[in-house]
């Protein structure tokens, strides 16, 4: 393990996941779509928009506590859905799992974990719970219908759709490295699901072959409400169109997401197009967004613009690899200490005055 005086932001527990996991295990948490420059964009993206700080308040009291669908937690930050924790280390998800809920944040479970639902209930009983599924096609109905139960059996707050993978994306570092899960890594979540409705177990790619289905449409969205009572959020929105659709089709919330530059390159950062969504919604639901947030300013940029809550993706495996669960509270915590720090020093008490008027775009910078 890194010295831990060294881990001071989230760039050195990427420094350090590169340098400990297995090259094709890091690539495949690591890696983008293509040429990976929508992962690029993430990051730079956030550059953009400048903070205009208020000076002369009082901010020696500061509170960062929020409700999410009704959930009170302590900090706006939570888990963004990544699949094979086990992939950073050995407790895999449970770990990741009962970081969060140390923390009272939110944690959303991957259909593609390494461990169960129910595993990850037992070691994370109190905080937010999500479940992210796919909508898969007429024969995988069963299997998604048994996933919801077992969310609902196991005190999960809301199902994430995942509505932007209708097909897989090309990563060119999996290709080289002929990437497969590893023999001792098994698809445990999923695989509970299969044994309950009589099938065999899937591997690998076979999964995703399954679960996901290039002809679903918003009436699939509506099919899924009706064989569940938890709220849904839709997941992959990057258009105000498609915001304000899922609205009109009962989403609870809206995720704004490009997948982490995963599956389709090219796509804007998903802060660009943060606004629009939040403008689209009109205040029928919450909005959330994840996607290159590495900084509690990025925080603040995001909550700035309209975003209910941020959720992050890969440097909380990079924690993981780093300490298990403790490096994942290590994670969420320099998040937490950055975010505070961000709204003290910008003049903001608490989440209800981080306001538009916040940033400026760094184009109309030569107009102030």
Known sequence: ???????????????????????????????????????????????????????????????LHTTILGHQVDFPIGIAPTSLHKLAHHDGECATAAAADDMNTMYTMSTYASSTMEEVAEKAPNCVKFLQVYIPSESGRLFLVDLIKRAERNNFSALVITVDVLVLGTRYSDMRNNFNIPSHIQLKNANRSFSNIGLPKFVDRSLANFSIDSSITWQDIKWLKSVTTLPTIVKGIMSASDA?????????????????????????????????????????????????????????????????????????????????????????????????????????????????????DEYALSKL
């Open 1 to 63: 393990m890194a010295d831990r005086m060294s881990m001071v932001c989230l760039d050195d527990f990427e420094d350090f996941a590169r340098t400990y996991l297995p090259k094709a295990s890091f690539d495949y948490i690591n890696g983008g779509a293509g040429d990976e420059l929508t992962c690029v964009a993430n990051r730079h993206a956030f550059n953009r928009y400048k903070l205009l700080p208020s000076v002369l308040k009082d901010v020696s009291k500061l509170s």
């Open 244 to 360: 304000a659709l899922a609205v009109d089709y009962g989403a609870a919330a809206v995720w704004v997401s490009n997948h982490g530059g995963r599956h389709l390159d090219t796509v804007p950062a998903s802060i660009e197009v943060l606004q629009s969504v939040v403008s689209a919604v009109k205040g029928r639901c919450e909005v959330y967004i994840d996607s290159g947030i590495r900084r509690g300013t990025d925080v603040l940029k995001c909550l700035a613009l309209g975003a209910n809550a941020v959720f992050v993706g890969r440097p909380i495996l990079y924690g993981l690899a780093y300490n298990g669960k403790g490096g994942v509270k290590d994670v969420l915590q320099i998040l937490r200490n950055e975010l505070s720090a961000a709204m003290a020093l910008s003049g903001c008490r608490n989440l209800s005055e981080i306001k538009r008027p916040l940033l400026v």
